[in-house]
């Protein structure tokens, strides 16, 4: 099933149990330390957008590889209570760069000074932050 709009994507939604974090950081962590090259999907580097794209393709969760306005357009909203729950998509510096949420403090990304990397939600990173979405479930 090839997801595209909100509505699709919010009939399989929720927060993500244990099981299915835990998949998705399997996921994440096998593509960590890639370089970032811009318009790339992987699977030896990635720019923002295409390393979301390749965690959620090998959790068989299938949408259009986009970039990072358009997968935000694309996803269900996050409730402000759940903004940061694991799995969850964080956008940042107006809709210009994205990740994956890991808990309250850090996320995955792939940052073009330091390629696919887990960060912190730091003094830089927090005040960028302008949204959240919820990713489908697989």
């Not at 811009?38 to 923002?48: E, F, H, N, V």
């Not at 990304?109 to 005040?127: A, C, I, K, M, Y």
Request: aromatic content about 12%; overall charge positive; some cysteine.
């Amino acid at each position: 099933m090839l997801l595209g709009l909100a509505a699709a994507a919010a009939a399989q939604t929720g927060p993500a149990g244990p099981g299915i974090w835990e998949g998705l950081q399997a996921v994440i962590e096998r593509h960590l330390e890639r370089p970032y090259v811009w318009g790339a999907c992987g699977l030896k580097s990635y720019d923002c957008s295409g390393f979301v794209w390749r965690v959620m393709l090998e959790s068989r969760i299938l949408v259009k590889r986009t970039t990072a306005r358009k997968l935000y357009m694309s996803m269900p909203a996050v409730r402000r209570q759940e903004r940061f729950e694991p799995g969850n998509l964080v956008f940042f510096g107006n809709l210009k760069h994205c990740g994956i949420v890991s808990s309250r403090t850090e996320f995955y990304h792939s940052q073009v000074s330091r390629g696919t990397n887990l960060s912190e939600f730091d003094p830089f990173w927090r005040p960028q932050i302008c949204g959240f979405r919820r990713m489908p479930k697989p």
